[in-house]
């Protein structure tokens, strides 16, 4: 593509990211892949990012909506993984307007006390990683053009039960938020993170645990649910929709003077 004449590009799409640059990083399921999806309705210029296969059959229905779209099938847990995205955003549009972190995710549940060391240790590249991995790749454009949105999809979970290590991670989100915000609001770059709570989703297709759960780790999963759904003053679920319309809210210049914040999406659960 011609970097110069994408800003002349044909108007058809309408909506708040018409012609902006949006990278959508775990874009081949649920949350990551509904808000490729909306982005796209909205006139936006597509980076999806994801390890699995199932991204291109995302990046079809994108184009299916008009959209212009690149996909980086990379793995979002090594930095070098991270700066590929952002490689293949640079030289197919030519600049990053938009950073949507949403690779995560609880790999086990069950008691802290049950997890071993390298369990442990996965959850955390799993959910910390590719956050801070991403953060860092993108930064040197953003503060090079002088301005930016990025969005980090953390977890009401950093209060919950059986998920110990996958809540530590996304409290190393909310805390990156918060301070990287403080950090690049003079460059121009908002930061700012969607804590989502339980939300309804299709089941994965790309499983984050293969292996069949015992009866044991189905009940401790149960109970997170049960939690989830106590802790939660609407006492239900959300929407892949009702995640999506947060996060492109904080993503959209209707939020432009929004930075910094961690906004709870759980039913009125804070997190």
Known sequence: ??????????????????????????????????????AAREGAHLVLADRADLVQQVAAECRDLKAQVAVAQADLETYAGARAVIATA?????????????????????????YGEEQIEAEIRRSLFPTLWCCR?????????????????????????????????????NA?????????AQDGIRVNAVATGGTEAPPRVV???????????????????????ASSPMHRYGTIGEQVGAILFLASDEASYITGTVLPVGGGDQG
Request: net charge positive; no cysteine.
């Open 1 to 38: 593509m011609n970097h110069a004449t994408l800003e002349h590009a044909t108007r058809t799409a309408g909506g708040r990211f018409r012609d902006k640059v949006v990278v959508v990083t775990g874009a081949a399921q649920g949350i990551g892949r509904g808000v490729a999806l909306a």
């Open 90 to 114: 640079l030289a197919d549009f030519g600049r990053v307007d938009v950073l949507v972190n949403n690779v995560g995710g609880t790999i086990w549940a069950k008691p802290f006390q049950e």
């Open 207 to 229: 499983p984050r645990n293969p292996q069949p759960l015992s009866e044991q780790e189905l009940a401790w999963y149960r109970g997170i649910v049960d939690q989830t759904i």
């Open 137 to 173: 790749a993108v930064l040197p454009a953003m503060i090079e053009r002088g301005r930016g949105a990025i969005v980090n999809v953390s977890s009401i979970a950093t209060r919950g039960i059986y998920r110990i290590p996958y809540s530590a991670a996304k409290g190393g989100v």
């Open 176 to 184: 990156l938020t918060a301070s990287l915000a403080l950090e690049h």
